[in-house]
């Protein structure tokens, strides 16, 4: 294929940096992320920002299906060139954010999610997935090389945070690979990695979602502070019913939120649930 930057430089395509855009071309890189992704002639992908389509393309060599949503219309004239004869790919050109996922869910079967992510919608996109997809397998996803400690850090460190709660609950998160901001065109200022999220196994059981979500905020709420004084704040309740609350979810007196496992908070968010602290289940 014709180097990327020729492409977008014969199409007069300029970079916007309000979306996103730094490109990958490698085709090692993109043969590993379609491979860790563990894509299939089987598989229905949904990327998020295909850009130019270089994964794009890699994806739809391997996969059933790619529908693709890019918020820029400008690259339609690239992508028409670089996906031209590739019958599998749907290229929506919206706004992620403004997809209805219920509706796009029902016109899907079980699917993966793959994609270099624009920095900027990273969490968001992410959290999406976590916490409404009904009929999502795995997400795949480059991000920022310290999001990606985010979401797969364990319970204690600084990287631990309301979102690993949220993505432990539904399923397992790994960094698969890191990657140099020197395979990105343009060129970022960090470098980043690929993270795949499965939501096959089980996740964590809790009574309602909404407690858990509750619980979680508030265990971050205010990471100075111990979880007591957060429950308090958070749920209104005294001192002593706080405590308890602590000592049943198996933490230490005077622990603060980031220490507890999701594990930990899941059970937390079932005794508050229980108590009535939160309304109506979700
Ligand atoms: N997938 C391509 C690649 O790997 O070379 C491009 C990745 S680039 C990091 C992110 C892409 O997402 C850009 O094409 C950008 O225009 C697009 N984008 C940014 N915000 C978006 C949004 N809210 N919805 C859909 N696409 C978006």
Redesign the pocket.
Known sequence: MEE?RDILARHGFSF?KQ???????DTNL?RSIVAAAGVTEESTVV??????????RALSEAAKRVV?????VK?QPVLAETLAGRENVEVVF??????DLPALERGLGNYSVV???????TTP?VMRFVEEAKKCDSLTV?VQEEVAERFCARAGTSEYGAVTAAIARRGTCRIVKRVSRNL??PRPNVDSAVVRIDFTGEGIAVKSEKAYRETVRCAFLNRRKTLENNLMQSFRIGREEAAELVRAAGAEEKARGETLSPEQLALLSDLIFMRGLIAENK
Do not use: H
Request: hydrophobic share 50%; no cysteine.
């Open positions: 990327l916007k979306f996103g855009q730094n490109f990958i071309s993109l990327e998020i920002g295909p850009g130019a389509g270089t994964l794009t693709a949503f890019e918020i820029d690259l919206r706004d992620f954010a403004k997809v994609a270099n992510l624009p920095y900027y919608v996109v480059m990105f065109y």
